[in-house]
């Protein structure tokens, strides 16, 4: 039987996310005074109540409204870099997914590498930049590998989630090229970058969230 994660999961997924930045605002915020201007945890603890704020009445049924719902928000509310990305990994998301109430691996797998592909696109930024593709694209291309050796999906999306915090790490002695902190230059190496940490949270609590689920 193929393994599917319905919507109800990906809004616990959503708030779980909401919760782990704001729980650990303080700490990206850290990141983020070191090489920018300490605003990343206030911005996505501000734009995740925005979003929890809106589902509160009852989040949508499909996959893609709910997810479009999420990206719309945090363009609407975060003013920083982080919030036209991450509203776009959401909006590309909600556009890959199409409006299911559940998704298979290779559904979610899609929807992934549809988001960050879109925060390419929005962002340009390459490998080793010191940004928070950096953390995402391990773990879109760690879910790729996993369900295409047919691994099931809590493990798959737990492999996904241990690759975004080993890139996530290995930002520590990158010199930013990429956002504020490339202003910095060679005095932005040996700082993880605080948008990496950010995207390993996102993975962290989307494997959790499977891992948990009824
Ligand atoms: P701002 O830089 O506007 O203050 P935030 O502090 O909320 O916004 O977010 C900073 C994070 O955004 C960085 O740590 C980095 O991971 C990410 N970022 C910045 N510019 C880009 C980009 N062009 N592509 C991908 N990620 C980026
Ligand atoms: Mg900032």
Do not use: C
């Not at 303080?26 to 090489?35: G, H, N, Q, R, Y």
């Not at 945890?41 to 734009?47: E, I, L, V, Y």
């Not at 605080?194 to 993975?203: K, V, Y």
């Amino acid at each position: 039987m193929t393994d599917t994660i319905a919507s109800d999961v990906l809004v616990d997924w959503i708030d779980r996310f909401g919760g782990a930045v704001t729980e650990q605002r303080d700490w990206l915020t850290e990141l983020d005074s070191a090489i920018g201007d300490a605003d990343h945890g206030a911005n996505m603890a501000r734009g995740m109540t925005a979003v929890a704020e809106r589902l509160r009445a009852g989040a949508p049924a499909t996959a893609d409204d709910l997810l479009k719902t999420v990206g719309m928000t945090l363009v609407s509310s975060v003013g920083g870099a982080s919030g036209p990305l991450y509203g776009t990994f959401f909006l590309r998301m909600a556009a890959s997914a199409g409006p299911v109430t559940e998704l298979d691996a290779d559904g979610l797998a899609a929807a992934l590498r549809a988001g960050f592909d879109g925060v390419v696109a929005r962002g340009k930024a390459e490998a080793g930049d010191k940004t928070m593709y950096d953390a995402m694209a391990p773990a879109v291309d760690a879910l790729d590998a996993a369900v295409a050796a047919a691994q099931d999906l809590p493990t798959a999306v737990r492999a996904a989630a241990d690759a975004a915090a080993a890139g996530r790490d290995a930002t520590e002695p990158l010199v930013a090229r990429k956002g504020r902190a490339s202003y910095l230059g060679e005095r932005s190496a040996g700082h993880l970058d605080p948008g990496a940490a950010s995207a390993a949270i996102l993975f962290d609590t989307l494997a959790a969230a499977i891992a948990d689920r009824s």
